[in-house]
């Protein structure tokens, strides 16, 4: 168990359709990630956040977005939904940011199925 | 980040050491390697990292040619519950690096025969 949690853990939607993930950090974690992993794409970055303020953007597309609310959870929004959009979704969290020397801890992921 | 390169997959023994390598020709001196693996669907799980030398912890080693363009993590007593597929990873160190977002590449997918 890695002191990350997400809900849910299984989600299955429309295409068109709008969803939020939710993650909880380890406790006195700071920094928050979003990653994407399917099949075609592999495990790629979306986003960072760190305190509560977006640190970094990667693969993440225009219909998603994410926050890091005051109590350092974060949630993942993503909206009009494509077939494409299925995939695990994993949260990650570490205790700093913009360090090399900086683990990170993952959640066990939420599984997205739009249909 | 500096470019990794594994092979796709390897086996290994039960009980037997499992040796992993990872190659990063273009790594910076400010890169350290980072080696996660993830079993099956699960999420990722940090397993060890190190700049340039060698190091040591309760899950595995790793191992840093002299000229780091090349490492090796070795996983003393594999298990069939170390199969899964292993990243390595080479990430810029030091405060204000930049994204700390992880670039995975395809890894290396290690089966552990009984």
């Known amino acids: 168990d890695s002191g990350v949690t997400q809900t849910p853990k299984h989600l299955i939607t429309a295409t068109g359709q709008r969803v939020t993930l939710r993650c909880s950090p380890r406790?006195?974690?700071?920094?928050v990630y979003w990653y994407q992993q399917s099949l075609d794409q592999g495990l790629q970055f979306l986003i960072q956040?760190?305190?509560?303020?977006?640190?970094a953007k990667g693969n993440i597309l225009e219909r998603f977005s994410a926050q890091q609310f005051p109590d350092l959870h974060s949630e993942l929004n993503l909206s009009s939904l494509e077939l494409g959009d299925s995939a695990l979704y994993f949260c990650?969290?570490?205790?700093?940011?913009?360090?090399?020397?900086?683990?990170?801890?993952f959640g066990p992921g939420t599984r997205l199925t739009v249909l | 980040d500096a470019k990794t390169t594994q092979p796709p997959s390897m086996d290994c023994a039960e009980g037997r050491a499992a040796n992993l390598p990872c190659n990063h020709s273009?790594?910076?001196?400010?890169?350290?390697v980072y080696w996660y693996r993830q079993i099956h669907s699960q999420g990722p799980q940090y397993i060890i990292h190190g700049l340039k030398n060698n190091e040591t912890n309760e899950m595995a080693s790793l191992i840093i040619t002299e000229d780091r363009k090349s490492s090796t993590l070795i996983l003393p007593h594999a298990t069939l519950r170390d199969t899964a597929v292993y990243y390595c990873?080479?990430?810029?160190?030091?405060?204000?690096?930049?994204?700390?977002?992880?670039?995975f590449g395809k890894g290396t997918h290690l089966i552990i025969q009984p």
């Open positions: 956040y760190y305190n509560g303020e977006e640190r």
């Open positions: 406790s006195g974690d700071l920094s």
């Open positions: 990873i080479v990430r810029v160190a030091g405060l204000g690096g930049g994204a700390d977002g992880l670039t």
């Open positions: 273009t790594i910076s001196g400010n890169e350290y």
């Open positions: 990650a969290s570490s205790v700093l940011a913009g360090t090399g020397n900086n683990e990170q801890f």
